[in-house]
């Protein structure tokens, strides 16, 4: 099982691209990279998700090396309501002994 | 369209006593996903559904918690003889399993024991 490990907290300022890097040295072939994002009392939100290279939605851009041995997502230009816990998140979407491992989040305080 | 529920979305217990924690997937979703997530702390995966069956259950803390799915669709976690480390929010989610599959999840249960 893919274990991930990121950074426990980060601090940012408005405006700034914040670049948050997971790292999974034991994905596996059929594994995908996800992440999510958590507001207190609330359940996580999907961010955006990806293989391999890159994937770049309205909120987010996933960066993913060659290796797939870890992550970095980037949130361009961040404001005060991106302050979240961000998960990064490995597993196998078509097996069906599926087993979510969730990274222990990053802590991301935006300041004005 | 309408995302995953749960209900109740407070629950107040106290030790010993049996609680259910019900589960309503985004319809169609075939796949339902059970988390546990203690205060100030990541998610902690619990069972995972696929239709009513489920293939991983390893994820239970003890025989006290179970969990069952009907008609593929609602489904009920269950824990008996409640104890103060069972405090928690329990989160549920549900996927697609065509193609990618992003997980929807609820607001969760704040269970708390007493």
């Known amino acids: 099982l893919a274990k991930t490990t990121q950074p426990i907290s980060m601090d940012s300022y408005e405006g700034q691209e914040v670049n948050i890097t997971c790292s999974h040295n034991?994905?596996?072939?059929?594994?995908?990279i996800t992440w999510y994002q958590q507001f207190p009392s609330q359940g996580p939100r999907f961010i955006i998700q990806?293989?391999?290279t890159k994937v770049t939605n309205e909120v987010a851009s996933l960066f993913i090396p060659a290796d797939r041995k870890s992550s970095t997502l980037s949130l361009p230009r961040v404001s005060l309501s991106d302050t979240a816990v961000y998960y990064c998140l490995v597993g196998d979407m078509m097996d069906s002994s599926y087993k979510l491992i969730f990274g222990s989040g990053t802590r991301l305080l935006v300041r004005p | 369209g309408a995302g995953v529920s749960q209900s109740p979305s407070n629950k107040v217990t106290e030790k010993g006593k049996d609680v259910e924690l019900r589960c309503d997937p985004i319809?169609?979703?075939?796949?339902l996903y059970w988390y546990r997530q203690s205060l100030g702390q990541g998610l902690e995966f619990l069972i995972y559904?696929?239709?009513?069956?489920?293939?991983?259950k390893s994820g239970l803390p003890s025989d006290r918690f179970s969990a069952e799915r009907t008609g593929g669709s609602v489904s009920t976690l269950t824990i008996q003889r409640t104890q103060q480390e069972d405090s928690a929010v329990y989160l549920c989610?549900?996927?697609?399993?065509?193609?990618?599959?992003?997980?929807?999840f609820g607001p969760g249960t704040r269970l708390l024991v007493l």
């Open positions: 034991n994905i596996a072939t059929n594994d995908y």
């Open positions: 559904f696929q239709g009513n069956s489920a293939p991983d």
């Open positions: 319809s169609g979703h075939t796949a």
């Open positions: 990806g293989y391999k």
């Open positions: 989610a549900s996927s697609d399993t065509t193609g990618l599959e992003t997980q929807y």
